[in-house]
């Protein structure tokens, strides 16, 4: 969520900033609310300066034995208009609070211009795509009745569901482990395990409500629950209403769950295989640090995104998402995406971002900066590390051998007990 005080003093710069994404900020919608607001405040405090006055005309007039039935009248009158101002400014309110969530974040300087994913900068490239002697498969035909059922997902659930069976299952799970192992034990991560069920007052602190309603799967009842969509939204739903102490800070966390994702608006894109589910894991990194620390505090975070792709052996690019692509609640984005022998290219496995206060603005996560004994918000970031789906489709393929079987990389042997899978 955007300062509502930095709307009002800088609302030129706030506009052209979001321009940058392709968002046209409506000022003309923005001016009107405002303006009311001003009015009716204005207004009330007139009115309530008037009934104060009125008050101490009636307690002197009781004092002294006077008539004070005409002065009660005047603040009976009063009291009905504050009370009826008040009602219509909590109106205002509420619809100017509506408006602010609906504006995006604004982006950092450095983020590169661009109107979509075409335009992303490349910032390193690391490993070089493997040269098979062979014709390599794709991951569905490689793992095809030995471990990737998509047709048994189908019948369980619906189209885009999966089904992992023997090794392949065997390899999602030491993936999982392994990540979580590496973060906790290698990058000083807090291994945290949460709900996978959200309510939409955590949605709303994360961005992903109101804007992104029709991407959920939500619960039907009276309680409006939610699927998550990503391990994002309860671990930094932790922070909520929250004011930590400078001493806990940086505070770093890492969770496995499933993601649930309806995946609104993406049909016939990445709709073969499991490249893109309704379902799917993740290992989520997420950092909250104080204002000062959330650019370098992006930095390692991706970095120890990237540090799992290299233990691998994957190869993989970094690239800075230009501005027309970059996600709502974001400042600044690196997507890290590893080589598809199949596609011929690099695809998304992490997303990092910086999100800066934008989240704990609508979440109310603070801490108390003991230099100057104030309450200040959190900056939030995060990222995957990894997403398992796609983890599981790159070993598979960059991995694969002319006889169909899978080499396991080195550093997962010691969890699945084999150095090869499929043979």
């Given at each position: 969520m955007l300062d509502p005080k930095k709307l009002r003093k800088e609302t030129s710069e706030v506009a052209l900033n979001l321009s940058r994404r392709g968002f046209n900020f409506d000022q003309n919608t923005w001016n009107d609310l405002e303006s009311e607001r001003k009015e009716l405040q204005g207004s009330n405090e007139e009115q309530q300066s008037k009934l104060n006055d009125i008050s101490k005309e009636i307690g002197l007039a009781v004092k002294e034995g006077k008539d004070s039935t005409q002065l009660k009248e005047q603040a009976s009158e009063l009291t009905a208009l504050i009370k009826t101002q008040s009602k219509t400014l909590d109106d205002l309110l509420e619809d100017i609070n509506q408006f602010v969530l609906s504006l995006p974040n604004l982006i950092d300087e450095d983020v590169p211009d661009g109107k979509n994913e075409d335009e992303n900068l490349e910032i390193i490239s690391v490993g070089s795509p493997r040269q098979f002697n062979f014709s390599p498969k794709d991951h569905l035909e490689i793992g095809d009745n030995r471990g990737i059922d998509m047709e048994a997902g189908v019948k369980i659930t619906g189209s885009r569901f999966k089904v992992l069976k023997n090794e392949i299952a065997h390899l999602q799970r030491a993936l999982l482990n392994f990540m979580l192992d590496t973060h906790v034990k290698d990058h000083g991560y807090e291994e945290v395990y949460v709900p996978y069920i959200v309510n939409k007052e955590s949605l709303i602190?994360?961005?992903?409500?109101?804007?992104?309603?029709?991407?959920?799967?939500?619960?039907?009842?009276?309680?409006?629950?939610?699927?998550?969509?990503?391990?994002?939204?309860?671990?930094?739903?932790?922070?909520?209403?929250?004011?930590?102490?400078?001493?806990?800070?940086?505070?770093?966390?890492?969770?496995?769950?499933?993601?649930?994702?309806?995946?609104?608006?993406?049909?016939?894109?990445?709709?073969?295989?499991?490249?893109?589910?309704?379902?799917?894991?993740?290992?989520?990194?997420?950092?909250?640090?104080?204002?000062?620390?959330?650019?370098?505090?992006?930095?390692?975070?991706?970095?120890?995104?990237?540090?799992?792709?290299?233990?691998?052996?994957?190869?993989?690019?970094?690239?800075?998402?230009?501005?027309?692509?970059?996600?709502?609640?974001?400042?600044?984005?690196?997507?890290?995406?590893?080589?598809?022998?199949?596609?011929?290219?690099?695809?998304?496995?992490?997303?990092?971002?910086?999100?800066?206060?934008?989240?704990?603005?609508?979440?109310?996560?603070?801490?108390?900066?003991?230099?100057?004994?104030?309450?200040?918000?959190?900056?939030?970031?995060?990222?995957?590390?990894?997403?398992?789906?796609?983890?599981?489709?790159?070993?598979?393929?960059?991995?694969?051998?002319?006889?169909?079987?899978?080499?396991?990389?080195?550093?997962?042997?010691?969890?699945?007990?084999?150095?090869?899978?499929?043979?």
């Open positions: 602190g994360t961005g992903q409500l109101p804007k992104f309603e029709e991407d959920l799967f939500k619960i039907d009842g009276e309680n409006n629950f939610y699927l998550t969509s990503t391990a994002e939204v309860p671990v930094t739903n932790l922070l909520r209403d929250e004011i930590l102490e400078s001493e806990t800070l940086p505070l770093k966390y890492v969770c496995h769950t499933p993601c649930f994702r309806s995946e609104a608006g993406s049909y016939g894109k990445d709709t073969r295989g499991i490249m893109r589910l309704h379902q799917f894991e993740k290992v989520e990194l997420v950092q909250a640090v104080e204002s000062s620390d959330s650019e370098e505090a992006l930095e390692e975070l991706t970095g120890h995104a990237e540090a799992i792709l290299q233990k691998l052996e994957l190869p993989y690019r970094k690239v800075s998402l230009c501005s027309g692509d970059i996600g709502f609640s974001a400042a600044k984005t690196y997507d890290l995406e590893v080589w598809v022998p199949s596609q011929e290219a690099y695809r998304e496995i992490s997303s990092c971002s910086n999100f800066r206060d934008f989240q704990a603005r609508r979440m109310k996560a603070r801490w108390k900066n003991p230099s100057n004994n104030k309450i200040e918000l959190l900056n939030t970031i995060n990222g995957s590390g990894l997403a398992l789906s796609r983890t599981v489709l790159a070993i598979l393929e960059n991995y694969q051998e002319s006889d169909g079987s899978v080499a396991i990389p080195d550093v997962l042997r010691s969890y699945m007990g084999k150095d090869r899978i499929l043979s």
